[in-house]
């Protein structure tokens, strides 16, 4: 048999060193599925539940390796299916191609059945490079340029195929001849380091500042070397954006962890006190959390020149590589004589660390879930990968936790959709099959997408050299979240309609599966249950009954924000009481940041 383009596309995506597609199949990609069965052992494919899920893969993939992820759905509403994973991968620039089928050429323009404007569907989330191939001969060099510029560019790109272009004998050289293209294979990431000017321009602002902030993201990560070095040159603290979660270990003395919403009061503190902030591989969005405009001056590092300036004023915007400019930086800095600054820093993350602890081992009803993080960060296995899902879990991810060196995590930063924690552990048990994986998520992401991928799950874990995959699910009947943000921000009490969600029996599910379940009732389990599910021989879900009512408090109270809380308690809050005195039991040590007078 004479290969077909279908063939073509799954041995032209191995020659740039894919092996692995996530995706569901359909009509509109038969072809393609026909070839990745002719590969045989040379690709994987992996069938999720969803075609968001496999979007979803492929981000994490890419996150994950540092490699490109591919998905594939069908034409219609397959290919609508991967919109939302692939967003997720965008505004995290992450890597990723999406190989999409379609209805028959033939029958474009005639209301044919899921015949759908799939490059204009896809226009705004691949804009960087969406086209749909409608001659053999093109099909080389769109996946080139697919796959190229999803690498070059960290950003999602599309190739749509029709379903009876994808039977057609396939080209392998076109013609030497006017109006083809002729493509190859390959792409070297380039070492980028500013100007030796801007480097000393650079320098001289942070040799000036007597109170450095360093602020990093996922930018960042590979760089811990470097990010290290020069906050101790220059007597740095060291805050993190949720995607650089793991740019730097917690168990450093001058790292405040995480910032934000989802912050620390140390991080608070931090960029409260800074008269100089250094910015390195992070689009942090909320300005409130920065340095007032002019309080400080600013150094931003980015390898994306449209990412620079646009959170913080800076006076001096470096475009480059994180870790490389950081090593041609070196040279220039000053070795601070004053360590006031540091030594305030380590105080103030030395004392967060003990009200973290306090406020996780306070009662609830009938689980804190903060003791739910609290409990594992010690247990963390070496090297492990963790997933957070959006909503409230994010908030004790982001706190709680004590990443250690050569840990990996992850969430979704840009879009912070909810679902993604659940196949973000799957592809990373994909990727790192000799690693312990561990998602923690709401009870509201399991319900929209979470329990389907139990199984994938069930189905593929036999494959995996360490089988632990654990998925921890804070199961308190709310949109936590949700819930706490209409109380703190907009005022209003907790609508139950929209709210509450149904129980869900998640631990006997994993068992009906053929998974492990362990289900936590009371806090003196946990410690007990992590253990458990930390040493069994296959993926576990482990449900812990969690305490809806202790709120995610921030860094920050605003005086608008405790107004409005009040507000909804007096107006009708079903959870009024429990509410109360959660928050009182969270406030038993008061902890207020404060501006220092200089």
């Excluded at 699910?473 to 907790?494: F, S, Y």
Aim: aromatic share 6%; with cysteine; charged share 20%.
């Amino acid at each position: 048999m004479s290969e077909q383009v279908g063939d073509f596309i799954i041995r032209r995506l191995g020659e740039w060193g894919v092996k692995r597609i996530y995706g569901y199949p359909g009509d509109g990609s038969n072809g393609i599925m026909g070839a990745l069965n002719r590969a045989d052992d040379r690709f994987e494919f992996i069938q999720t539940r969803h075609e968001e899920m496999a979007a979803f893969m492929a981000c994490a993939h890419a996150k994950f390796t540092g490699e490109v992820g591919v998905c594939t759905a069908t034409s219609g509403p397959g290919a609508i299916h991967l919109l939302n994973g692939l967003y997720d991968a965008k505004k995290d620039h992450q890597p990723v191609v999406a190989i999409v089928g379609q209805q028959a050429r033939a029958a474009m323009g005639g209301e044919y059945q899921q015949e759908v404007d799939l490059v204009s569907l896809f226009k705004d989330v691949a804009h960087e490079f969406v086209h749909m191939a409608t001659s053999p001969a093109q099909v080389r060099h769109l996946i080139d340029r697919a796959i190229r510029i999803a690498l070059s560019e960290r950003t999602v790109t599309a190739v749509i195929v029709p379903n009876d272009l994808q039977s057609q004998p396939a080209v392998e050289k076109p013609p030497h001849a006017h109006g083809t293209v002729h493509s190859g294979v390959g792409y070297a990431r380039p070492r980028v380091v500013p100007h030796e000017e801007e480097l000393r321009r650079a320098a001289a602002v942070l040799n000036e500042g007597e109170r450095v902030a360093i602020l990093v993201g996922a930018g960042a990560l590979g760089a811990a070397d470097e990010v290290i070095q020069v906050a101790e040159r220059l007597g740095a603290g060291v805050a993190k954006a949720l995607l650089g979660r793991a740019v730097l270990p917690d168990d450093l003395p001058f790292v405040t962890g995480s910032i934000g919403l989802l912050g620390t009061n140390a991080s608070w503190e931090l960029m409260a006190n800074c008269d100089t902030l250094l910015m390195i591989g992070s689009g942090f969005p909320y300005s409130e959390f920065l340095p007032e405009e002019g309080q400080a001056r600013g150094v931003q590092i980015d390898i994306d020149p449209r990412m620079l300036s646009i959170r913080y004023p800076m006076e001096v915007s470096l475009v480059g590589d994180s870790a490389g400019t950081l090593q041609a930086l070196l040279p220039h800095l000053k070795q601070k004589a004053d360590h006031d600054w540091r030594e305030h820093i380590e105080k103030s993350i030395a004392q967060w660390w003990k009200v973290l602890e306090e406020r996780a081992m306070a009662d609830a009803d009938p689980v804190n879930p903060q003791r739910v993080f609290w409990e594992l960060s010690p247990k963390l296995p070496d090297n492990c990968i963790l997933t957070s899902d959006s909503g409230s879990a994010a908030n004790w991810y982001a706190r709680d936790l004590k990443l250690r060196r050569g840990m990996m995590a992850s969430l979704s930063g840009g879009l912070a959709t909810m679902g993604n924690g659940v196949p973000y552990a799957i592809a990373a048990k994909f990727a790192h099959p000799e690693r312990v994986a561990i998602a923690l998520v709401g009870d509201g992401a399991m319900q929209m997408n979470g329990n389907a991928e139990l199984v994938t799950i069930a189905k593929y874990w036999q494959r995996w050299t360490d089988p632990r995959l654990i998925i921890m699910v804070l199961n308190n009947q709310d949109l936590n979240q949700v819930t706490w943000e209409m109380r703190v921000m907009e005022g209003d009490p907790k609508y139950e309609a929209s709210q509450n969600i149904p129980d869900f029996p998640y631990a006997d599910y994993a068992e009906l599966i053929g998974l492990k379940g362990i289900k936590v009732t009371e806090p003196e389990a946990l410690a007990g249950a992590w253990d458990r599910a930390l040493t069994a021989d296959r993926p576990v879900v482990l449900e812990v009954v969690a305490d809806p009512d202790v709120p995610p408090i921030p860094p920050h109270i605003k005086r608008e924000q405790a107004q409005a809380y009040m507000s909804a308690l007096l107006h009708g809050d079903p959870d009024a009481l429990g509410t109360i005195k959660a928050s009182f039991k969270q406030f038993a040590r008061e902890f207020v940041p404060k501006v220092r007078k200089h």
